[in-house]
């Protein structure tokens, strides 16, 4: 892919030192992030709020909108906003780095609350298809021009049948957001790949959160035509070693840049660049320009229209 591309990132939860997660979020800090984002090659992305109980969320979700209303460069790059939760699985590994206490079943009022406080800017919504009952909030959400995505679950291949056919049309970052160990067939990355037809399906291509061997392997079923690339950047992304902030949890990034929880129980988010992660796929998996583009420029646009 030409130097100059740019990318669409549909999953940024901070970036240079700042978290988009915290309450002391500023109209400089802002600035400052998306001023390195658009150095690193990113022309728009959707600025991400993680799982919490629903005030925080709300009023989050409320800076981000009035912060970006102020600032042009900010409102020219934040396409919108993705809401990764709360409405996911509460079992360990599935809930990922998510607060486990905050997690709750999909209710309508609930994505209403959320929804608005965005003042209109939620683009995607990351939900756990088992815990959203006969799909009524995919189905509403889909009504409100919002993308649909399943993440942080384990639902059944008929639970993610009837939440496509209800409009869902996403997987959030694939092979995360699950445990360390499952069932060898029966999991649900292999029930997500075989719907790879009906699904945009993303991956973090850090090398860290999917090894590139089995990332070959997943690129070469969904193929280029339903496949995106994600960062999942943190505070931690083009900062280098050390210890950052996500939402209050610590994140302590090693030599690798894997992005670990303080225990190192499991990886918070990505301290990997789009740009980063572009030229991992050309170099680890010799993907190529074509299809670059598609994955990490075209496909994300087109998934926010589905």
């Known amino acids: 892919m030409p130097p100059t591309a740019h990318y669409f990132d549909l999953q940024v939860n901070g970036y240079a030192g700042v978290d988009f997660n915290s309450d002391d979020l500023t109209a400089d800090g802002l600035h400052k992030a998306c001023e390195r984002l658009r150095a690193d090659g990113v022309a728009q992305f959707l600025a991400t709020i993680i799982t919490d109980d629903l005030d925080a969320m709300s009023r989050r979700l409320a800076k981000l909108a009035k912060l970006r209303a102020a600032d042009p460069l900010a409102a020219e790059l934040i396409a919108g906003l993705h809401v990764e939760g ?6 360990p590994g599935y809930v990922g780095a998510h607060p486990p ?4 079943p999909a209710d309508r009022d609930a994505a209403a609350r959320l929804l608005e406080s965005a003042d209109g800017l939620v683009r995607l919504v990351t939900l756990a298809p088992e815990c959203d009952a006969d799909c009524r909030v995919t189905r509403w959400l889909v009504e409100q021009n919002v993308c649909v995505s399943a993440g942080h679950c384990n639902p059944s291949l008929e639970q993610l049948h009837r939440a496509i056919d209800a409009g869902l049309s ?3 970052h694939l092979g995360n957001g699950c445990p360390l160990l499952m069932h060898r067939h029966d999991n649900i990355i292999q029930r997500v790949l075989s719907l790879s037809d009906r699904l945009w399906i993303c991956f973090i ?7 590139f061997v089995a990332l070959k392997n997943y690129l070469k079923v969904v193929g280029p035509e339903r496949a995106i690339i994600v960062s999942d950047a943190v505070a931690a992304a ?3 070693p050390g210890v950052y902030q996500l939402a209050g949890q610590q994140v302590v990034v090693d030599e690798r840049l894997a992005t670990w929880s303080a225990d190192r129980s499991h990886l918070v988010g990505s ?3 789009m740009k980063q992660m572009v030229e991992n796929l050309v170099k680890e998996l010799h993907i ?7 994955l990490a420029f075209s496909n994300p646009r087109l998934a926010l229209r589905s």
């Open 86 to 91: 709360p409405f996911i699985s509460t079992e």
């Open 101 to 104: 206490a905050a997690t709750r």
């Open 205 to 211: 291509a850090d090398g860290v959160h999917v090894p």
């Open 271 to 273: 301290a990997c660049t």
């Open 238 to 240: 083009g900062q280098g």
């Open 288 to 294: 190529p320009d074509q299809d670059i583009r598609k």
């Open 170 to 172: 996403m997987f959030t």
